[in-house]
């Protein structure tokens, strides 16, 4: 596992709508590597990989944007208010520093109220989102030469390796970038290339409502299309049998269903497949509530795409001390290249028939 490039993609920057510097950064891993590189009116990027046929072609998505705030009102003392760019469990915010985005960055932390000089009503409710504020250290008149409303937040977390796994903001989603960019890489360093056309997605305002992934799905129409994100790990004590989802070091996640998705059935199987001949450690993946990409690239498709998705378990999912094992990490790469050179070995057709893979080429 290349912990640096991982570490790099985890600590970038990139709310909602403001993907600035994971784009850039994605920009350069991606040029040596791609046939063309273009950023769309939103801000996807997308890295086409000529491929051995185009008469299909493959859409792999990975969202680069990562949960955050947006100004909303500085007051009187210099305090930011803020809205939420994406989903957050209030009370993980608790103490947590985070960066503002103005005219140059600021360090700022985020408080609430104190529970000393709560009364007691207040002290039984958990804070909403909008309950914090960030402070910054610094007049009002120091904040408005540099900060806007408007202006976007992110979390400030290093990445530290923890026994067999990685800790560190925003696995969600840059584990999934990391996933498509060795992918990608270790195509290209065999001397091989997809079965097909690929066009490799890093999409924008993911966590918002999916929506580069609706941009770029209407321009590329593909024939199979992959999402590559998180899931939950519910591993943790407490947890119920059914209510795991998946479990750390236990492989790579094949998706079967989510809040936004019937995986399509074929590509579940050509997964379990690729993963069994392969001996990657895979385990299947049911998601009661969220969603990923595949939810847009699948639907936005004439006639639909054949869709699947690739997960990396990780646990506190949505908060600064994401966790992900190392296993499970180079799963993901491991069966998503697989993918990518094996989709002429399968049968896609919606007949019931027992289906197994074709011979690899040269075996």
């Known amino acids: 596992m290349n912990v640096k490039l991982f570490k790099d993609l985890c600590e970038a920057t990139g709310a909602p709508g403001f993907e600035y510097g994971i784009r850039d950064l994605i920009i350069s891993e991606m040029t040596p590597l791609a046939d063309e590189i273009s950023v769309d009116n939103i801000g996807n990027v997308t890295a086409l990989i000529k491929g051995r046929s185009s008469e ?28 939420p760019l994406g989903g957050f469990d209030a009370k993980t915010l608790t103490a947590q520093r985070v960066m503002v985005h103005g005219k140059k960055d600021l360090p700022g932390c985020m408080g609430v109220k104190p529970i000393h ?6 002290r039984t409710k958990m804070p909403a989102v909008t309950d914090y504020v960030v402070d910054l250290g610094l007049p009002k008149d120091e904040v408005v030469k540099y900060v806007s409303v408007g202006d976007s937040i992110t979390r400030v977390s290093d990445l ?24 990608v ?25 999916l929506r580069g992934a609706h941009a770029a799905t209407l321009a590329i129409q593909p024939t199979f299309a992959f999402a590559l994100d998180v899931t939950i790990a519910f591993d943790t004590p407490g947890s119920a049998a059914h209510d795991k989802c998946t479990e750390l070091g236990k492989g790579t996640a094949i998706k079967v269903y989510d809040g936004t998705l019937i995986t399509d059935p074929r590509m579940v199987k050509f997964m379990t497949a690729l993963a069994e001949e392969g001996e990657i450690p895979h385990q299947l993946e049911l998601l009661a509530a969220g969603g990923t990409d595949a939810g847009a690239m699948q639907k936005f498709t004439g006639g639909g795409s054949i869709c699947g998705a690739i997960s990396i378990p990780v646990r506190n999912v949505h908060q600064s001390i994401e966790m992900a094992h190392k296993v499970d990490i180079q799963a993901s790469v491991d069966l998503l290249t697989a993918c990518f050179t094996s989709l002429s070995r399968w049968d896609w057709s919606w007949k019931q028939a027992e289906r197994t893979l074709a011979p690899k080429q040269g075996a």
């Open 56 to 83: 299909k072609s493959i859409m792999c998505a990975a969202h680069m944007d990562e949960i955050g705030f947006i100004v909303r009102h500085i007051d009187d003392n210099g305090f930011i208010r803020i809205l």
């Open 117 to 122: 000089v709560m009364s007691p009503e207040e």
């Open 160 to 183: 530290v390796e923890m026994g067999d796994c990685v800790n560190v903001k925003s696995i969600d989603n840059r584990g999934g970038c990391y996933m498509l960019i060795e992918a």
């Open 185 to 209: 890489r270790a195509i290209i360093a065999s001397g091989n290339r997809p079965d097909y056309d690929l066009y490799a997605v890093f999409s924008v305002q993911e966590e918002v409502g």
